[in-house]
Nanobody
Framework: QVQLVESGGRLVQAGDSLRLSCATS????????MGWFRQAPGKEREFVAR????????YYADSVKGRFTISRDNAKNTMYLQMGSLKPEDTAVYYC???????????????????WGQGTQVTVSS
C-alpha cells in the first residue's frame, strides 16, 4: 500500500519561509516522479512543482518560480517543498503526489499521478 504523508504546513506571515515534507512508504520511491499541487478554497487543485525520479529535473508553475524549490532525498523516501517570500495568495492545502510516468510525459496534469497524500494546510497572513 503506497502512502504519502505531507507535513509542515502552518500559519505564517507574508514574506516568511516554510518547508513542507512528503514522507512516502509502500513503494520504491526512486522509481516515481513526484509533484506538489495546491488547492485554495473554491478553486481547483493546481500544479505547483514536479521533480524527476533522480531529482535532476525540476519544473515550476509560473506563480511560484523563483520562490519555491522542490527537492527529494531518495535515501529517506522523502520529498520537500521549500517555500520562500510567501504571499497571501499562496494560502491553500498543499498535496504531494507520485507518478509512474517519467517527466517527459508532462506531469503538470493531475491525471498523471497515481497516488496522493491527504494534504497539509498553509495559511499566509498579510
Amino acid at each position: 500500500q503506497v502512502q504519502l504523508v505531507e507535513s509542515g504546513g502552518r500559519l505564517v506571515q507574508a514574506g516568511d519561509s516554510l518547508r513542507l515534507s512528503c514522507a512516502t512508504s509502500g513503494h520504491t520511491f526512486s522509481t516515481y516522479a513526484m509533484g506538489w499541487f495546491r488547492q485554495a478554497p473554491g478553486k481547483e487543485r493546481e500544479f505547483v512543482a514536479r521533480i524527476s525520479r533522480s531529482g535532476v529535473s525540476t519544473y515550476y508553475a509560473d506563480s511560484v518560480k523563483g520562490r519555491f524549490t522542490i527537492s527529494r532525498d531518495n535515501a529517506k523516501n522523502t520529498m520537500y517543498l521549500q517555500m520562500g517570500s510567501l504571499k497571501p495568495e499562496d494560502t491553500a492545502v498543499y498535496y504531494c503526489a507520485a507518478s509512474r510516468f517519467p517527466v517527459s510525459f508532462g506531469l503538470e496534469s493531475r491525471d498523471r499521478y497515481d497516488y496522493w497524500g491527504q494534504g497539509t494546510q498553509v495559511t499566509v497572513s498579510s
